[in-house]
C-alpha cells in the first residue's frame, strides 16, 4: 500500500523536480546544522515552505494548504525578532488568502485533474484592482508598522507590497504569482541577512528564503508551460 502511494508519488514529479526538493531540503537541513540547531520551528517552517513551492509549481491545491502552515509557523518566528510586518502579513493575509486560493484551485481544476489547476489569464480589470488594492493595503500596513516601531521597517513594508502582489496572483491562478513571489523572496533574503548580523542562526532563514526563490522560479517556468499546454 504505501509503496505504491511513493510511487504514485515518484511519477507524479518528474526527475528534474525531484532533484530540486531534495536538494532544496538538504541545503536548508546543512545550514540549520552550521548556524542554528536550536530553533526547531525554523527548520520545520523551512521544510513545510519548500513542499508547499514545488506542489504549488505543478498547480496542485495541496500547496495551498501547506502555504496555510507555512504562514502560521513564519508568523511566530517573525514576531520574535520584532518583525511585526511579517507576522501581520502571513497571518492576516497570506494564510487566508491560501485558504481562498485553495478554494479558487480546488474548483477550477484543468479537465477534472483536481492535481492541476486551470491557468488563467489576468484581464485589465485584473490588474486595475491588484494595483489599486496593493497601493491601499501598502499605505495601511505603512503606518501600522511605523506604530509598531517595526525593524527594517522600509523593507517590511515592501514586504507587503510584494506579498499581496504574489497573494492576488496565486488567487487569480496566473502564472505571474511565482515572480510576485520571487521578488518577496528577493526582499525576505535581505531582511533576514539584516537580521542575522545580530543572530547569526537567522542565516538559516535567509538561506531558507535563496532556497525559495529558486523554487518561485521554477514555478514560473513550469506554471507557462501548463499554460501552453493547457491551450493545446
Known amino acids: 500500500m504505501l509503496s505504491k502511494k511513493f510511487n504514485s508519488i515518484v511519477v507524479y514529479f518528474t526527475k528534474g523536480e525531484i532533484v530540486l526538493w531534495f536538494s532544496s531540503v538538504i541545503i536548508i537541513f546543512l545550514f540549520f546544522l ?24 505543478k498547480g496542485n491545491p495541496l ?8 504562514s502560521i509557523f513564519y508568523g511566530i518566528i517573525s514576531f520574535k525578532f520584532a518583525y511585526y510586518g511579517e507576522m501581520i502579513t502571513y497571518l492576516g493575509m497570506t494564510a487566508p488568502m491560501a485558504v481562498f486560493s485553495f478554494i479558487s484551485w480546488i474548483k477550477n481544476p484543468y ?3 483536481k492535481s492541476e489547476v486551470k491557468v488563467n489569464r489576468l484581464n485589465l480589470k485584473d490588474i486595475i484592482v491588484m494595483l489599486f488594492l496593493t497601493a491601499v493595503i501598502t499605505l495601511i500596513f505603512y503606518y501600522i ?42 526582499v525576505l533574503i535581505i531582511m533576514w541577512i539584516f537580521a542575522s548580523f545580530s543572530d547569526v542562526s537567522y542565516v538559516s532563514v535567509a538561506v531558507c528564503f535563496i532556497v525559495f526563490l529558486v523554487n518561485d522560479i521554477y514555478g ?13
Not at 552550521?34 to 509549481?57: M, P
Not at 515592501?158 to 513571489?181: D, Q
Open 111 to 113: 479537465n477534472g485533474n
Open 63 to 70: 500547496g495551498q494548504l501547506l502555504m496555510i502552515i507555512f
Open 34 to 57: 552550521l548556524f542554528d540547531r536550536e530553533n526547531f520551528l525554523t527548520l520545520t517552517a523551512s521544510l513545510i515552505g519548500v513542499t508547499s513551492l514545488i506542489f504549488n509549481a
Open 220 to 232: 514560473f517556468i513550469n506554471w507557462n508551460k501548463m499554460q501552453k499546454h493547457q491551450n493545446e
Open 145 to 186: 508598522l511605523d506604530i509598531l516601531h517595526t525593524v527594517n521597517m522600509i523593507w517590511s513594508t515592501i514586504s507587503v507590497t510584494t506579498s499581496f502582489f504574489a497573494v492576488f496572483l496565486t488567487f487569480r491562478r496566473s502564472p505571474f504569482y511565482a515572480l510576485g513571489y520571487a521578488l518577496n523572496d528577493i
